[in-house]
């Protein structure tokens, strides 16, 4: 044929941009950049049978209560949100040896060694009436206690923020500063 | 130093080259199509989410399942009422689907990853502990115990 010779004539390139474009602007429609995050929470695995709770010492437990109202109360005493952090630091690391806070004992922990861990307990109670929202304020709080606790200790023991700590540091420290909350079932108050 | 100089008309400036736009363009295509995270189920419910500060990314999106709970949005209403209500993937669901659920998602998940499997609890924060709580009992019966209470970002209040 005659055509054979011919060089293929080449694409043109121009409309490229436009098909580019129309992608882009897709995407650009169709993002969502959220990024989801929540506070973390291991609950306790189901037994079939009932079976008693173990028995704690009432020095060594932390009742926090919030009622239908939202209100809360802590060991039977009304409280505020903003004073709980500091309430629940307290009554963990006990610092000056009282009575009615939390008992310690020894533990020995892999990377730090022999440590006194508190036996305390932080109970959380609610009422089936109680709002989601003011449950995770308190829940919050709760955490942000263990959070501050365990970054005091690790500028206190290695001279470094948690975060900063290697993985390994890390599981120690919270070792020695469990996250102990304990999530009873509601109560109707 | 005449050699420079031109003569004649002063030329306009010469077109910006536009032959670089589509690799421009298309860095950016790249960047969207890769940050992008389709909906994957339409909302049926009215959520606005607590705030905390505490608060973790959730990693793997792949090993995480949702439950929604919140009231109806307004087009439900007439049939669902404005109770708070539970949304399993696409449907409004009742208390003992959720063992049902967790069970169809596990099965999804290869063998390996099913105990690292999260929950991400999505409920409005004028939902009623009631609900909340029968639901992490269901879910301790189906013993996915990997909870994470979805919330907003707060930044204030916080030391970190």
């Known amino acids: ?189 | 130093m005449a050699k420079f100089t031109r003569k004649g008309k002063v030329k306009g400036v010469p077109p910006i080259s536009t032959a670089s736009l589509p690799d421009i363009v298309f860095m950016l295509l790249f960047f969207f199509m890769v940050a992008t995270t389709m909906k994957e189920t339409n909302m049926k419910v009215k959520l606005r989410l607590p705030e905390a500060t505490e608060t973790v990314k959730l990693e793997k999106k792949s090993l995480v399942s949702y439950i929604y709970v919140g009231s109806p949005m307004p087009q439900y209403q007439a049939q669902h009422g404005t109770l708070s209500k539970i949304q399993l993937d696409d449907k409004f669901s009742k208390l003992s689907d959720i063992g049902d659920y967790i069970a169809a998602e596990r099965e999804k998940r290869d063998e390996k990853e099913r105990p690292k499997m999260t929950i991400s609890l999505k409920a409005d924060e004028n939902t009623k502990m009631g609900l909340i709580q029968d639901i992490k009992l269901e879910l301790r019966k189906a013993s996915a115990l990997k909870l994470n209470y979805s919330s907003r970002k707060r930044y204030t209040n916080s030391k970190y």
């Open chain 1, 1 to 189: 044929m005659a055509r054979k010779n011919r060089p293929l004539p080449e694409i043109n390139q121009s409309s490229m941009a436009d098909i580019a474009f129309m992608l882009l602007i897709f995407f650009l429609v169709t993002t969502t950049m959220d990024v989801d995050s929540g506070i973390y929470r291991k609950l306790p695995a189901w037994i079939h049978d009932e079976q008693e709770p173990p028995k704690i010492k009432r020095r060594n437990t932390f009742i926090v209560l919030i009622n239908k109202n939202n209100d809360l109360a802590i060991n039977g005493e009304f409280a505020q949100v903003s004073e709980l952090k500091d309430r629940v630091k307290e009554f963990i690391l006990n610092p000056y040896g009282s009575d009615d806070l939390s008992e310690k004992d020894d533990k020995f922990v892999e990377g730090i060694g022999d440590v006194k861990r508190s036996k305390g307990v932080v109970s959380l109670q609610n009422d089936r009436g109680t709002d989601y929202g003011a449950y995770i304020q308190v829940q919050n709080e709760l955490v942000a206690a263990f959070n501050e606790m365990r970054n005091d200790y690790s500028v206190a023991q290695f001279g470094k923020t948690y975060k900063a700590l290697s993985i390994e540091l890390q599981d120690a420290v919270r070792q020695v500063i469990p996250t102990s909350i304990s999530e009873a079932e509601p109560v109707e108050i």
